[in-house]
């Protein structure tokens, strides 16, 4: 089993990363109905945050079905990430996390995200004061360093455990990086080989089968992986590559029935959480993930994004899953470089 402080995960817990604009409450609980075994909210800005920002805040919401849960922030200064912890404290998540991976630029030029990556002295103050200002267990997401020649994930794991953070989420490419080339993880592997690592160590970066993620839980050693890119418009590949590492073999591919299902789902906990219009607008940007590999749906998928009743999308969903009844889907390919990204 593996315990982040007092949460108990199973063997090997496969989590949902943190997304900035994916993560939100709606497609949390369709990746928690599928098998995420932990979840992160999208990064908050500790200046947001403390500013009583509505952006911020909004982001601090969770619920009891998604436990266990944990509330991500981003800052640079000390006391801003402070205040920010206690502030999450309050909200009372299953843990805090902090992002210190964030590569883009309007994070990294306030000294925030990856940027903080070159100052580890600054990122041991910066995560000792939040582990000092909650009661809740404080875990990290990072890079391998800020480029090719300051990789410093060994030390940065060593020095941040001894802040007392209770687990490390590491994405295997440097801040320089983006998202260009493949993650490396022999230097996660590498971190969780040091003796010296007693917190669990979780791998990021490039899952996106069920082979991959069992070639990688092997070949790296690692306590649990984390999924990002892969589970957008797909949120059944943590049962997936659950499924696959217990069995060997495969899920069949989720047939229309489910995908409408999904959809519905998540349109109407997106409705619930946002307000009906926001909820039926924000959802629109999520259709074209979840049909893709169906033919001709471009007709079905243009109605979708431009009805404004919540009955009428309905009506065309029951249309799609009437349409392509028994079709038979192959096996997902995603285009990793398609989804869009951002921040960590
Ligand atoms: C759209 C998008 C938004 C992201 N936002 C965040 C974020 O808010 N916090 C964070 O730590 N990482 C963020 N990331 C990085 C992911 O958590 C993850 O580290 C990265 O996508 C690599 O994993 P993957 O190959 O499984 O996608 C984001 C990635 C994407 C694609």
Redesign the pocket.
């Known amino acids: 089993m593996v315990k982040i402080g007092p949460i108990e995960l199973s063997d090997f817990p496969l989590l949902l ?7 939100d409450p709606p497609f949390r609980a369709v990746c928690k109905d599928n098998g995420a075994d932990m979840m ?1 909210t ?2 908050i800005s500790s200046e947001g945050l403390i500013r009583d920002a509505m952006k911020s805040r909004q982001k601090l919401d969770i619920f009891d079905y998604e436990r266990p849960i944990g509330i ?1 922030i ?1 800052g640079g200064d000390e006391e801003a990430m402070a205040l920010s912890a206690q502030i999450v404290d309050a909200v009372n998540p299953d843990l805090l ?1 902090i ?1 210190f ?2 590569p883009v630029k309007k994070v990294v030029t306030k000294g925030a995200g990856a940027a903080v990556l070159k100052d580890i002295d600054l990122m041991v103050r910066l995560t000792a004061a939040c582990v000092r200002s909650t009661r809740l267990p404080v875990t990290v ?1 990072t890079r391998l360093g800020w480029d090719t020649d300051s990789i410093n994930i060994s030390e940065v794991a060593e020095r941040l455990q001894d802040t007392g953070i209770k687990a490390l ?1 590491i ?1 295997g ?1 440097t801040r320089s990086q983006l ?1 260009k080339g493949n ?1 490396d993880w022999t230097h996660i592997a590498r971190v969780k080989e040091n003796p010296r690592i007693k917190i669990p160590i979780f791998g ?5 089968s069920p082979e991959k993620a069992l070639e990688y839980k092997n070949r790296y050693g690692i306590d649990g992986i ?7 418009g797909y949120p059944w590949i943590f049962n997936e590559v659950k499924h696959f590492m217990a069995t060997g073999e495969h899920l069949p591919p989720p047939d229309v029935g489910q995908r409408v299902e999904v959809i519905r789902k998540h349109l109407h906990k997106s409705i619930e959480w946002k307000g009906l219009v926001p909820g039926i607008n924000e959802m629109r940007r999520h259709y074209n993930n979840y049909l893709k590999g169906l033919p001709n749906i471009k007709e079905f998928r243009l109605k979708l994004v431009t009805l404004r009743s919540v009955e009428e999308i309905d009506e065309v969903l029951d249309q799609i899953n009437t349409a392509y009844t028994g079709f038979t889907f192959e096996r997902r390919k995603i285009d ?1 470089d398609s ?6």
């Open positions: 990363a943190p997304m900035e604009d994916v993560s992160y999208e990064f991500q981003f996390d992002n991976g964030c997401k989420s994405h490419r998202y993650a990021n970066g490039d899952i996106d984390m999924i990002g890119r892969a589970a957008i990793m989804m869009a990204y951002s921040c960590g």
